[in-house]
């Protein structure tokens, strides 16, 4: 079986029973430094990866992104699921296009958002939405590959909190093909459980960005997969931030202290 085909059977075992953690590095430095802490699957995150091109979020090229999954796959073994944002695509035939590029850098997923960059009317229609993920399901299948498909709906993320509708449009995607489900953002026990309890028996992955679940508890609701989207990114921009604006407003390197060995990590 070839290396691809090895990564995405363990990255489907990985989802029938369990819950894993699947953090997101930025690079492949950070990318192997999370592989050597024994995470069975890593996902990218768009912000991460944007944040190290000098650009916001949702504000880097498709070939951009497919060069940066290539960059990701070939740094670790782990299966990579990929942050595909909306798939760089509004059509369903250019979103098949693009994920059929996407599956070929190596990635053992991918997710395709529901979103859009209008401010005034930040979702897609319903069923513009559902057509896109049957046509990346249909990419996948034509691909050979058997990659997961995961079903991003982003209600939570531009300003539309509605879970009745985030579970509606969430059942249509398991419907249309998806393998896993996601709503990122939703952070209430009662809507991770509801979530959970609409699309079963299809895994469902939550997002951790704040410290309001423990991976325990998030088993304990049924959720199969958690990732961290741009947190930990987030989290090492912080850390260079702070000692930064030290060194710039003090004239002290007392931020230099007790570092981890990077070298001793990457060796």
């Known amino acids: 079986m070839a290396e691809h ?33 024994g995470f069975p699957a890593l996902a990218t995150t768009s912000a991460g990866f944007a944040w190290t091109t000098g650009a916001a979020d949702n504000h880097v090229t498709r070939d951009d992104v497919l060069d940066h999954l290539r960059t990701v796959v070939e740094a670790v073994t782990v299966p990579v ?4 944002e909306g798939a760089f695509a509004i ?12 599956v070929r850098t190596g990635i053992a997923g991918l997710s395709v958002e529901d979103s859009m960059p209008d ?27 058997g990659a997961v498909l995961t079903g991003r709906s982003e209600g939570f993320v531009v300003g539309r909190p509605d879970i009745d ?41 939550l997002l951790i960005n704040s410290p309001f679940m423990t991976v325990a508890e998030a088993s304990a609701l049924g959720v199969r997969r958690i990732s961290v989207g741009g947190t930990l990114a987030r989290t090492a921009w912080t850390a260079f931030l702070s000692a930064a604006r030290q060194i710039a407003d003090t004239g002290s390197f007392d931020s230099f202290r007790d570092l981890v060995n990077v070298d001793a990590l990457m060796a």
Not at 91 to 102: R, S
Not at 119 to 145: K, Y
């Open 5 to 37: 085909d090895k990564r995405i059977a363990a990255f489907r075992r990985l989802h029938e029973t369990g819950c894993f953690v699947m953090p997101n590095p930025w690079d492949a430095g950070s990318a192997r430094a999370l592989e050597r802490l």
């Open 81 to 84: 699921n990929a942050d595909f």
């Open 91 to 102: 059509d369903p035939d250019e979103v098949a296009e693009n994920v059929a590029l996407a």
């Open 119 to 145: 401010p005034d009317d930040p979702m897609l229609e319903f069923g513009l939405a559902v057509d896109r993920i049957r046509a990346a399901r249909e990419a996948i299948d034509a691909s050979g590959t």
């Open 165 to 205: 509708e985030t579970i509606r449009r969430l059942r249509a995607y398991a419907d249309a093909g998806a393998d896993c489900l996601y709503a990122p953002r939703i952070e209430s026990v009662d809507d991770v459980r509801a979530v959970v309890a609409a699309v079963a028996p299809k895994p469902v992955n």
